[in-house]
Nanobody, 124 residues
Framework: QVQLVESGGGLVQPGGPLRLSCAAS????????MSWVRKAPGKGPVWVTD????????KYADSVKGRLTISRDNAKNIMYLQMNSLKPEDTALYYC?????????????????WGQGTQVTVSS
């Protein structure tokens, strides 16, 4: 069955870096657009970024543009989120998600499988 397993979360100081990973299995990873979504404490989930099939095209929410970078390795079935210059407001549970159809989307309904999430806490 489809599985998405996130890892790499943790506690980091403001301004610091962190890299998240999402290991995919149970489907042909290389033919799906993928996304990262985050859920801050007390708030609903919010789309952060997504990446096309080949990894050469990406989209970002304005709040993370220039600080977070999404990438993928189709040979290893892994997606990454490199997070730099982290801010306390980046604190959230980060999920990777698979798009239902080809194409970029910031609508959560357009993602059919989600991982269990990995917690990122930015605090001094």
């Amino acid at each position: 069955q489809v599985q998405l397993v996130e890892s790499g979360g943790g506690l980091v100081q403001p301004g610091g870096p962190l890299r998240l990973s999402c290991a995919a299995s149970g489907f042909t990873f290389s033919i799906y657009y993928m996304s990262w979504v985050r859920k801050a404490p007390g708030k609903g989930p919010v789309w952060v970024t997504d990446i096309n099939i080949g990894g050469c095209s990406t989209k970002y929410a304005d709040s993370v543009k220039g600080r977070l970078t999404i990438s993928r390795d189709n040979a290893k079935n892994i997606m990454y989120l490199q997070m730099n210059s982290l801010k306390p407001e980046d604190t959230a549970l980060y999920y990777c998600a698979r798009a239902r159809e080809k194409g970029f989307s910031n609508a959560l309904i357009d993602y059919d499988y989600w991982g269990q999430g990995t917690q990122v806490t930015v605090s001094s």
